[in-house]
C-alpha cells in the first residue's frame, strides 16, 4: 500500500496517484488500493472524488514490465481485476471527477473513462496504444469508449492506437473541459465545488444511477424507471426544501 494520497474537505476528497518513478503505471497494487480507497470513500459520506496523479502522468497505462511474461491465465486474471475496479468508480455513488494532467494511457485512460466527469490540461495527451503492444484495452476501454463516442470514433482510436491532444479529446466528446495546465487544479476544485454546493445528493444519486443504467435498456423502459425514481424523491424532504428555497430566492440546504 502507499501509491494513493486521500485529502478530504468536508465532502469532497482530493484523491493523488503516487506512482511517479513510474508514471503512476496501474500495477495489481495499485488496482487493489483504487478499489479499496473507493470503498471507503463510500463508507466515509464523501460525495465527490477528484482523481489526479502525481508529476507528469495521470496514468501512464499499465505496468507493462509486469504484464509482459503474463500466460493467458494471468492475463484474465488482470483484466477481471481491473474490470472490478474501474466497475466499483462507475458505479459508486460518489461522482467521480478525473482531473487529467497529463500522460492518460491504456489504462489510464480507461481509469479516467471509468469516472464520471473529465476536465484535462492543455499538455495532457491520451490514447489507447494497446494494439502496438500486440494486445487490446482491456480494463473496459473497448466497452466505455464506445458507449461515451461512438464506434466510428472508438475503433478510429483503439485500432490507430495514436495518442491524441486534450483539444482533440475534446472535439471527440472525451472530456467535457480543456484549461491550460496552471488551471487545471484551480478549475477541477470549482466544478466540484459547483457540483456539491447546494445540490441534492439524493437527486444527485438518483441522477447518476439513471444515466448509467439507461444506456443499457430500451428508452421507454429507461424513461419509466426516470419517472418512478423522480416521484420516489418525493418521499424525501428534498423537493420539498429546493423548490422553498427556490421561491423564497435563497439556496437551498439539503440534509
Known amino acids: 500500500m502507499g501509491f494513493i494520497e486521500v485529502k478530504t474537505e468536508g465532502a469532497l476528497a482530493r484523491i493523488t496517484i503516487q506512482r511517479e518513478k513510474s508514471l503512476n503505471a496501474l500495477n495489481p497494487e495499485l488496482l487493489k488500493e483504487l478499489e479499496e480507497t473507493w470503498k471507503t470513500l463510500e463508507a466515509s459520506g464523501c460525495r465527490l472524488a477528484l482523481l489526479t496523479g502525481s508529476g507528469k502522468a495521470f496514468v501512464a497505462g499499465a505496468d507493462i514490465g509486469n504484464m509482459a511474461e503474463f500466460s493467458k491465465d494471468q492475463a484474465l486474471d488482470f483484466a477481471r481485476a481491473g474490470h472490478r475496479v474501474m466497475n466499483v468508480i462507475a458505479r459508486s455513488s460518489v ?10 494511457l491504456g489504462g489510464g485512460l480507461e481509469l479516467a473513462l471509468a469516472c464520471h466527469l473529465r476536465v484535462a490540461a492543455h499538455s495532457a495527451r491520451l490514447g489507447l496504444p494497446e494494439v502496438g503492444l500486440g494486445i487490446i484495452p482491456g480494463f473496459g476501454g473497448t466497452q466505455r469508449l464506445s458507449r461515451l463516442i461512438g464506434p466510428g470514433g472508438a475503433l478510429r482510436v483503439i485500432l490507430s492506437g495514436e ?3 486534450a483539444a ?13 495546465d496552471a488551471e487545471l487544479e484551480r478549475r477541477s476544485e470549482e466544478i466540484a465545488r459547483a457540483i456539491l454546493d447546494h445540490r441534492s445528493h439524493l437527486a ?9 443504467e439507461g444506456l443499457d435498456l430500451p428508452l421507454d423502459q429507461a424513461l419509466e424507471r426516470e419517472a418512478v425514481a ?3 424523491l418525493f418521499n424525501s424532504d428534498h423537493p420539498r426544501t429546493g423548490m422553498t428555497a427556490f421561491l423564497g430566492k435563497r439556496k437551498p440546504e439539503f440534509s
Open 204 to 212: 444527485q444519486r438518483s441522477a447518476l444511477t439513471l444515466v448509467r
Open 95 to 104: 461522482i467521480s471527477l478525473a482531473a487529467i494532467n497529463g500522460f492518460a
Open 163 to 165: 495518442m491524441f491532444t
Open 168 to 180: 482533440q479529446a475534446l472535439s471527440m466528446g472525451i472530456v467535457e473541459e480543456v484549461v491550460e
Open 230 to 232: 423522480f416521484s420516489e
